[in-house]
């Protein structure tokens, strides 16, 4: 198969444990550009959280395309217009803060280039201020402070509880809003019908490209949706077994520069 697209998780998958991106991986990435194939580097990340990736690889350039809040928002790079755009319900906001603070655990969203948190000096708090590179500023009083649109909220916590709130959101916000995690301490909380897979096919009607001819690789449950609909799906050794179960190829771990040997293997000719 002659793949057109490649699609990347960024954490656990495109980047190391830096957050960074191998020169390996860089080059082979770059060279698969050059021969015509697409890149789209999708994750739960806000927009800005990404921009920094996708100049590495000079997406602008190659026609590429960012998915950010899983999808919820879409850019071309090309032109730098957001093709596709589905904000969060601000009235699911209110009882999703309630539910979050009954149980002991922080939220956040985004805003321009910071991230608003229901507090600051929380450690799964910072660990997504790291990721994306963003200053956080606390709203202490979250509802009333936040600016709409916005296009995600993130719960954060210890797993095992995290798990269990995300059990209750799911059938509390039915209809409403989707939760699923993206790491064990990280519970997504987006609009209905919004994952990587729906996002893809959205961007099939844009390229003309074909799902057979796509490439997508993840580590995360937010990555199982479009692991499962890509052409080739992809799991990283470091994905849980279950993300792994669900792809065609396991691929070395993204300390191993297993995306590089993707693109060595199925791309470079």
Not at 132 to 152: A, L, T, W
């Amino acid at each position: 198969m002659d793949y057109k697209m490649i699609v990347l998780d960024l954490d656990g998958t495109l980047t190391n444990s830096k957050k960074e991106m191998t020169p390996r991986t860089r080059d082979a990435l770059l060279k698969a550009e050059q021969q015509g194939v697409r890149i789209v580097l999708a994750s739960g990340r806000p927009t800005y959280g990404i921009t920094a990736l996708a100049e590495e690889l000079d997406l602008k350039t190659y026609q590429g395309f960012i998915l950010a809040f899983n999808g919820g928002r879409i850019t071309d790079c090309a032109t730098g217009k957001v093709v596709f755009d589905q904000p969060l319900n601000p009235e699911v906001v209110p009882p999703l803060y309630e539910a979050v603070k009954k149980h002991g655990m922080e939220m956040l969203t985004y805003q321009d280039e910071k991230i608003a948190a229901t507090k600051k000096a929380n450690k799964y708090v910072l660990h997504e201020a790291f990721i994306n590179k963003m200053p956080v500023e606390e709203y202490s009083d979250f509802i009333h402070q936040v600016r709409y649109p916005i296009n995600k909220c993130l719960v954060v916590g210890d797993p095992a509880p995290l798990h269990q709130l995300e059990l209750q959101l799911a059938e509390t916000f039915k209809g409403q809003m989707d939760v699923y995690r993206s790491a064990g301490f990280f519970l997504e909380c987006v609009p209905p019908g919004i994952d990587k897979a729906h996002s893809l096919e959205r961007l099939f009607e844009l390229t003309g490209i074909r799902r057979e001819e796509v490439i997508a690789c993840g580590d995360g449950y937010n990555d199982q949706s479009m692991i499962r609909f890509a052409g080739l799906g992809v799991a990283m050794a470091n994905a849980p077994k279950d993300i792994q179960d669900s792809a065609n190829y396991i691929t070395y771990s993204n300390e191993e520069d297993g995306v590089a040997h993707v693109v060595e293997k199925f791309i470079l000719k």
